[in-house]
Every structure is written in structure tokens, then in C-alpha cells.
């Protein structure tokens, strides 16, 4: 929905019965309003709406970040249910389809609705905080004027306010449904906060709120969705990257018993039926002519991935830094002792368990639509239908549907699948739903690219590292997925080179570099984005380097950590980070590479670079032109 700004009072407070739903404001302030008819008046105010309390006492607490697997949806409500007070076996968790970026996107993703990164909690926490304790103090001193007591001796338990003094007792669902409720309230500050050791819910093993229904097979995901007078899409997709249908015979696919249409897009044929299976039928029959002129019909995996190692190799090959610390190339250059090792990783598709779909159910004007969708942006996914109908987003009413696994590939990385569902709906006048087969989705994928690794490492006469080089070869995933924003990178792809930062190791002249390669597939984030490649790289070399310096490879390690207490503590013998059973002595992760192949320990717990968490940004910036799909 698109909301404006006037400013609300802090007075005003609605003196009706049933729902209250708390609005944290500007500055903190706390708005509150009940039952539907009001919220909708309500509409017209740029509110961030994060918690509604029924006369019944049910709590439904609203969510931002997208539910695929993660847990977001019992995450983000117990931190708001902590501050509230509220009896976690009342709380709904619900899911944000949409609204105003400002009052629920995430301050740490550009303030866009965007789930990537590990960034849900740490982006929501503080919001989610405030939320509840304005909620919980909104309720304490509503029970207190109706006692007539002072606010201050008014307190809470799990979904009950108290007056320990006079023994007086409401439960949530009666506060709300109070004559008049006292919504005047002081700005929550930190001091508000509770500390630590109050905690109830917040780091508690609670029961997940999406569990049971999983369990059950309950919950709808996209591809569940249904509805009336709905048709069913199936694809006939380009071979390869970059090709269009030329000639198409269709008589044998029209013939099959419910087809609605065979229909031509940018770089598929889609077999449009009132049932799935109708649809795939009709695919199967299709005889189709591609235009043959993609560089893509070329590409050889096995052959980039040697086309990737030689440019690691090759010194003149042009490339970016990513970290530097002192001079790595200059300390490498005379050192007597220098240990060079090469690795590769190949490409990776997300297998997420959800195969891919979009329904959409485009307006009468073809200047509006519904939309279901698993996606990881609400914010991205609007902005693309908006692009795809040349409307502006308010048009756009979205579902954001829970998934069945993302790991990057229903970000910015799904975009073809909602564009052509909106094309279709369009042109037939009716709501459409389309599919990918898991052979689809594979034929279409976004893949996490292959690289190549170069590591280069002195070691002095005591065994410890003076200096490391890593020279990592791979297409940019920026440059690809978001051009626009490439422009502005400065040639640093975070996607790929995150996790090659290696500051918790004490190492004097370090030099990380991005040999930005040409392209073979379609590439994407991918979980755990450039740590992934990047660690695997690293931790093999240090197990070599452990080798050539005759050390074992956890002592080894503990010297380069010791400036990281956190990280060397947990490869201590006693350290409960080490206490399963692949941890015990002598069982150790074996590295291959072209030098040598040693045993090691991948036990190094990840973190964050900080230059990686600030160009997290750049990703935000908007969503991809319309000319980028």
C-alpha cells in the first residue's frame, strides 16, 4: 500500500472495541487505532504498524523479512513479543506483504524490504524492540487509569498487566477492549529497554510459529495458489542464454484437450492451459526454431574453469584490490620461502526445495495486478511489476508468499519469472499462474560462478607468515545481475570477494585481488555469497603452509589468531566449538590441491567483514532498470 505523511497526533486515541494495533512513529512515539474500518481510515498516515492486540487476547505481530526456512517468522516476533510481555502461546506471527520502505524496510539494507545477507535481526532488532515496549507501556497505563493507580506500579506478566498493590488483574484481550485507553504516553528510550537478565523469550528454545503447519502441510506457498479462473503457464525455454524463438509450430500443442493459447515471449514459447498438466502436455509438442547467434552456445565449463586458472597464474592479468595491508608484492618478491598453491570451485546452483512460480492477475487497464510470490524482496518484486505494467507501485497489490528454500536465488535472481507471468496475464485477461520445473529452473538458472584461486604465502625461519597474496578469478555477479549499480562499485564485487579479508589472521603484508573474468552462465549470490570459494581457498593453504612449516595445523592456526581471542579460544582442546566428534584428534578435513594434498581443520567460525556489511548498500540501491530484464 502507498502511504503519505501527515503527521498523527499523540492524543488521539479511538474509543471503540475489538483489534488495537500499535503504530511505533517518528521519535518513538506510539499510535494506536482498532478494528478494520479504522485501519483503513488509518491508511493515509506513513505509519510502521508492527503489532495488533485482539479482545481475545491473540497477538499478531508483523514481520518484514522473508520466511524461507530461516526462521525469521518466530525470530523477528519474539524479539518485539520480549519487550511486550506478551504469552508466546498467544502470538501470530504476519507476514509484511507491503508498505511504505521507510516504515518497514531494513535500515541496514538501504531501508528496502530485502532479506539477504544474515541481516534480519540485526537489522530489525532495535525496531522490533521498540515496537514492544511502546506496545506494553500503551497497555500499562490504559490499566492504570482505569484502576486509577499510578502508572508506575503497574507492571506485567506474560500476557497480563498487574497492580501488585491492590491485586487488580487485566489480560491483554480486556486492556484493548477498554472505553478508553491512555495512548499519551512517554518515547520509549534504551533505558526502557529490559536488560539481559530479564530476558524471557529472547534466547529461549522456543517452538517455531511456522512448524506445525509445515508439519501439517498447511502452509501456501506459491506454487499452492489457486484461483478463480485462473490458467496454468508452462515454458518452452531458449537452450541458451541470450536467444529468441523464430519459428514456431503449434497445431499439435493447440490441439491438446484444454489449451488456452501457445504465446511468444522474449526467450520462450508459453503454453498457456486450464490445467498444469494440459500445459505441460502441449510444451512436449511444441516444435520450435532458436535464433543461433548467442556466444553462450560455446561455453564449455570444463574449459573456463582452465581459462580461469591460467589468468590466477598469470601475473599480467589485470587486477583489483580488494584488501591491502602493508606491501604483499614487494614482501613476496625476495623472501626465500615462498609457498604458491592453486585451487578452483566450480559452478553451484541453489537447489533451493521450492521450484520456482508467479501467479499474477493483472487488472482490467493492464496498469494494475495482484501478485503472489516467494520472493526475498518485496521492495525488488514490486518495482519490477511496477517496470513490467509501466505503472507506478502503488498499482501493484502484493502477496509475499513463505518459500521453500531461497539462498539468494529469489532475489533479484527470479525476476524473468514474474515479468513473464504479468506479460501472459495481460494478454489473456486472466489471472495466471506460472511454473518452473526443477529441469526449468536448472536450464534457467543464476549460478554461484566458478573461480580460481592463487595463494602465494612467505614464511620466516620460525614458520610464521610475513606476507599472503590471494588472486581470485571469477565473472562479477555485480557487473551481471545489477549493471547499473556496477557502475557506481568501483570494480569491488562484495559477492565475490567477501570472506578473502582474512583480518583475524596477524599477517603484516597482505594483498586480496579480483581478476574479473568474462562470463559463462548466468551468475548470482549464492548462500554464504564469496565466503564460501574464498574459505575454502584459505583454510586449504593454510593447512599447506601448516605442512611446509612442519607445525601442526591447529598450532599453526592459533599463531596467526593470536590477535583474535574469540577465534583462537575456539580451536582450544577444551573449547565447545570443538567438543563434536569430527573435531577429535586425528580426524581432520582433507584439502586437495595442485601442490600437495595435507590434512586440516576447516574450524574457523565466520564473520563478517566490515567492508563487505558496508557495500551490502550497493545492493540496495533500487531495483534493476526494466532494460535489465
Known sequence: MTLNKPKLSRRAFLATSGALSFAVLDGGLVSVFRDPAVAQDLRRFDINAWVTISSNGRVAIHYASGEMGQGVSTSLPMVLAEELDADWSMVDAVQVDQGAPAAYGNPL??????????????????????????????????????????????????????????????????????????????????????????????????????????????????????????VYAAELLAPVEGETPTVTADRE??????????????????????????????????????????????????????????????????????????????????????????????????????????????????????????????????????????????????HAMQMGGGFGRRTFFARDLLRDALLLSKQLKRPVKLMWTREDDIKNGWFRPATAHRLEAALDGDG??????????????LQFSMPGNWLKANNRDFLVMEGTESKDYVIPDFLAEHVIADRGARVAAWRGIGWGPNMFARECFVDELAAAAKADPVSFRRRLLKNSDAECECLMPSSPCRSSARHRKGEHMACRSRATRTRGRLALPKSRSTAGQDEFACIASGPPSIQAL
Open 253 to 398: 500443442a493447440r490441439a491438446v484437450p484444454g489449451v488456452v493459447d501457445i504465446l511468444p515471449l522474449r526467450n520462450a514459447i508459453a503454453a498457456v492451459a486450464e490445467t498444469w498438466e494440459a500445459a505441460l502436455a502441449a510444451r512436449e509438442l511444441l516444435t520450435v526454431e532458436w535464433s543461433r547467434t548467442s556466444p553462450f552456445r560455446l561455453t564449455d565449463s570444463a574449459a573456463e574453469l582452465k581459462e580461469l586458472a591460467a589468468a590466477a597464474a598469470d601475473p599480467a592479468r589485470e587486477a583489483f584490490a580488494w584488501e591491502t595491508r602493508g606491501d604483499a608484492r614487494a614482501a613476496l618478491g625476495p623472501s626465500d620461502r615462498v609457498i604458491s598453491a592453486e585451487y578452483s570451485t566450480e559452478y553451484v546452483y541453489h537447489a533451493q526445495m521450492e521450484p520456482l512460480s508467479a501467479i499474477a492477475s493483472v487488472d482490467e487497464d493492464g496498469k494494475g495486478a495482484q501478485v503472489w510470490l516467494g520472493t526475498q524482496s518485496q521492495t525488488v518484486s514490486i518495482g519490477i511489476a511496477a517496470g513490467v505494467l509501466q505503472t507506478t507501485p502503488d498499482r501493484i497489490r502484493f
Open 109 to 230: 539494507i538501504n531501508n528496502i524490504l530485502y532479506t539477504a545477507g544474515s541481516l534480519s535481526i540485526a537489522g530489525y532488532y532495535d525496531t522490533m524492540r521498540r515496537a514492544g515496549a511502546s506496545a506494553r507501556r500503551v497497555l500499562i497505563h490504559s490499566a492504570a487509569a482505569e484502576w486509577q493507580v499510578p502508572a508506575g506500579e503497574v507492571t506485567s506478566e506474560p500476557g497480563v498487566i498487574v497492580h501488585g498493590p491492590s491485586g487488580h488483574r487485566m489480560s491483554f484481550g480486556e486492556v484493548v477492549a477498554l472505553p478508553r485507553l491512555v495512548t499519551d504516553v512517554p518515547a520509549i528510550t534504551d533505558a526502557d529497554l529490559k536488560p539481559r537478565e530479564q530476558w524471557r523469550l529472547i534466547g529461549s528454545d522456543v517452538e517455531r510459529l511456522d512448524i506445525p503447519e509445515k508439519t501439517r502441510g498447511a502452509i501456501t506457498y506459491s506454487i499452492d495458489v489457486r484461483l478463480p479462473g485462473m
Open 464 to 477: 610464521n607468515v610475513t606476507a599472503w597474496r590471494h588472486r581470485v578469478v571469477s565473472a562479477s555477479i
